[in-house]
């Protein structure tokens, strides 16, 4: 979900639509239907008018002029599994568990971080990522992994440094919120399996907080303008909990 121009808000489906909601009359009026699965983020790309990227499971992503609502480019990644998108310098960033690559916006690719470079002997994926350009870091989540992981963004081929999660035993969602990256997934408290939030200072890259969230897994989060986080729960729980950000 993304605000376009001033009165827009995008928001993309597993139906494979996107649905624009005009903010003023709290209405959704217009559909996009050019993906052909499901979407699974969307960045908007500040200007006159705004640019809106979208992505899909199937790794189609589509630019979209915010003001026309017509699709101005066109691409494929390789592979699908495309699950998130972000822009950077100039860059679409864009992670399709095998890797995570950086393309301009005609869709040429300008860098590429393999998960199977950096986890050789480890069988693993990238869940989800998120840009930090004021440290120049790249930092990722990864399938049945305990840590999150930080590469350079001058250099993806060194060996990134990682901050372990202790009791973890799932990380399933991550997003920035001021200087910290809050990340979702599953853990141990007082010997049973919960819904877990690690809170990590982005800059001491130290685990500031342990939230116990849910009863089940936590598989995503959205932050309020910075000043709250809400979490949702797995289907056996099925609960949102909204957290206040110190």
Known sequence: MVMAEQNQVWVGSEDSVIYIIN?????????????????????????????????STDGTILAWNASTLRVTDRFQLPGGRLSSISLHDGCLWCCTGNSIV?????????????????????????LSF????????LWAACAGLDSIYMW???????????????????????????????????????????????????????????????ADVVKTLCSAE????????GRAEGKIAIWKVE
């Open 102 to 126: 950086a393309m301009t916006s005609s869709g040429l690719l300008c860098q590429e971080l393999k998960v199977s470079e950096n986890f050789k002997d480890i069988s693993t994926s990238f």
């Open 152 to 214: 350079s963004l001058k250099d993806l081929t060194q060996r990134p440094q990682a901050v372990r999660l202790q009791d973890c035993s799932e990380v399933s969602c991550m997003i920035r919120v001021k200087k910290q990256i809050w990340v979702g997934g599953t853990g141990l408290a007082q010997g049973k399996s919960k819904g877990k939030i690690y809170v990590v200072d982005a800059e001491r890259k130290t685990v500031e907080k342990e939230l116990v969230a849910h």
């Open 226 to 233: 910075d000043r709250y986080v809400l979490s949702g729960s």
């Open 130 to 137: 998120q840009l930090l350009p004021e440290q120049e870091q």
């Open 23 to 55: 903010v003023h009359s709290m209405s959704c009026n217009k559909q996009l239907t050019d993906h052909r699965s499901g979407v699974t983020d969307l960045a908007v790309q500040s200007g006159t008018p705004s640019k809106v990227y979208s992505s």
